[in-house]
């Protein structure tokens, strides 16, 4: 399983793990850093809560690889590309 670390920049230690972020490449976070969306080598965007590291949605929509994540300005939402 892989996973995605997240990592205190103040400190340099691990502040968390996300677990089951499979082949994803791609993040990006929100603008309050509360919410972290993955993507990858698969055609299912994740959202993740920054503070407990639980997977909170699964987006399923796209025909093929996705490549890009970005979340608006106010974070209200999320625009994905991909492959398809």
């Not at 691990?14 to 603008?31: D, K, M, W, Y």
């Not at 997977?55 to 890009?68: C, I, M, P, Y």
Request: proline share 2%; aromatic share 8%; glycine share 12%.
């Amino acid at each position: 399983m892989q996973e995605i670390i997240l990592w205190d920049a103040d400190s340099g230690n691990v502040a968390l793990t996300l677990q089951g972020a499979i082949e994803h490449t791609h993040l990006a976070f929100s603008p309050d850093g509360q919410w972290l969306a993955t993507a990858g080598w698969n055609t299912d965007v994740k959202l993740w809560n920054t503070q407990s590291g639980r997977e909170v949605l699964t987006l399923s929509g796209h025909g093929n690889n996705v490549w890009a994540v970005a979340f608006s300005p106010d974070g209200k939402r999320l625009a994905t590309g991909g492959a398809d």
